[in-house]
């Protein structure tokens, strides 16, 4: 069997003998190939891991592997990985060729292979021309394929990505998400993505681990962290969710009967979870999974129909929601609800009286215990 490309085996770190641990027994393994992301919140420890992959920190305990090769006693300049920052670090001194030659000049390679190495990365970043450019003549995305290509132009094992993305404007964020997919499966490098911003994890990842306070939580696809999240954060943290706190009064099966705080009575998919009547428990509901209706007739099928009034109209194009105030739920309970695309909806307003629905399997529970 071959080795993945990257394997962390219960990897740790402490910054001081009595502190939490900022990584808590990490391990994962990354196929040869594969883009793999660590998504979650600032503080959560994903920069701690990738620095130690780096080799820039020494970790309090575990190993790292690199193509079943343990690094641990291997110096940063040794390690068969390199790594793109989020303000990518380019030579303003230097031209793009030279920027990108920079690591094989240190490696004491010929000027006619530098050359040819460079001018060939070049053609697979799509900017063959631009060798004697300056870097601030460039525009973003331009540096940051430049950045890329210098990494790239090492032939490494591993690149790893530190929120690469997160100086760029939203527009071209947006275009750089599907470039950096299209890079790495022209290059078939592995690339270790990391950031807090789901969305440039779910569209480039082939794998998503999703980390909170120095533990992952859930690894899948972006599929299985959407649709069936593992635990209360991962459905709290990945897409938007409608999330209630109350009492089981019933369980039936792989469903259950929640009477909510704020006076609601919700039926949700149990889906396998130890949870009992009496229970505290968390229920999770996307907004896309909700059906608005103009009476309770359209929502013949739906296990949850509740009657309210549109509190807040959020249009957003083909992302528009509303919020509905149900009826005889307290002051402050709001339900977000996406508008479908048919148009049917497009005239909804402020104060209207509108149905919503939803069946049990598209609610997720969860034990309330295991989500404090």
């Not at 990897?11 to 992301?37: N, Q, Y």
């Not at 780096?54 to 305990?61: M, R």
């Not at 369980?251 to 009967?257: A, F, K, R, T």
């Not at 359209?298 to 959020?314: D, Q």
Request: aromatic fraction near 6%; hydrophobic fraction near 40%; include cysteine.
């Amino acid at each position: 069997m071959t080795a993945p490309d990257l394997e962390c085996r219960a990897l740790t770190k402490r910054f001081a003998p009595d502190a939490p641990p900022a990584v808590d027994g990490v391990g994962f393994s990354v196929p040869s190939g594969s883009f793999f992301s660590i998504l979650g919140p600032s503080g959560c420890g994903k920069t701690t891991i990738m620095r130690m992959v780096a080799g820039f920190l020494e970790p309090s305990g575990g190993d790292i592997l690199i193509r079943g090769r343990s690094v641990l006693s291997v110096p940063p300049n040794k390690r068969p990985v390199n790594m793109v920052f989020q303000h990518l670090a380019l030579f303003p001194m230097m031209n793009v060729a030279e920027n990108i030659g920079y690591g094989l000049r240190r490696r004491g390679t010929s000027k006619p292979e530098i050359a040819r190495k460079v001018g060939d990365v070049l053609e697979r970043i799509g900017l063959p021309e631009i060798g004697t450019r300056r870097v601030d003549e460039l525009s973003g995305g331009q540096k940051q394929r430049v950045a890329i290509a210098r990494c790239m132009v090492l032939d490494p094992d591993v690149l790893l990505l530190d929120e690469p993305l997160g100086a760029l404007d939203l527009k071209l964020r947006e275009h750089m998400k599907v470039e950096l997919k299209a890079l790495q499966a022209a290059f078939g490098t592995t690339f270790v993505y990391i950031t807090h911003d789901q969305s440039e994890a779910l569209v480039m990842s082939d794998a998503v681990a999703v980390m909170n306070r120095g533990r992952f939580e859930q690894i899948g696809s972006a599929q299985d962290l959407y649709y069936r999240p593992q635990t209360p954060f991962v459905a709290g943290f990945v897409g938007d969710s409608n999330r209630w706190r109350g009492r089981v009064t019933r369980v039936d099966g792989e469903s259950l009967e929640l009477q909510t705080d704020g006076g609601l009575t919700l039926r949700a998919a149990r889906n396998g979870r130890a949870i009992a009547a009496g229970d505290r428990a968390e229920v999770f509901v996307r907004p896309e999974a909700i059906h608005p209706a103009r009476d309770a007739a359209a929502l013949e099928g739906c296990a949850n129909m509740l009657r309210g009034e549109v509190s807040t109209l959020l249009f957003n194009g083909a992302a528009s929601r509303v919020r509905v105030r149900p009826e005889g739920a307290g002051a402050d309970t709001e339900i977000e609800v996406a508008l479908p695309q048919s148009g049917a909806f497009a005239g909804l307003a402020r104060g209207d009286d509108v149905w919503i629905g939803w069946t049990d399997a598209q609610a997720g529970a969860f034990a309330a215990a295991a989500a404090e």
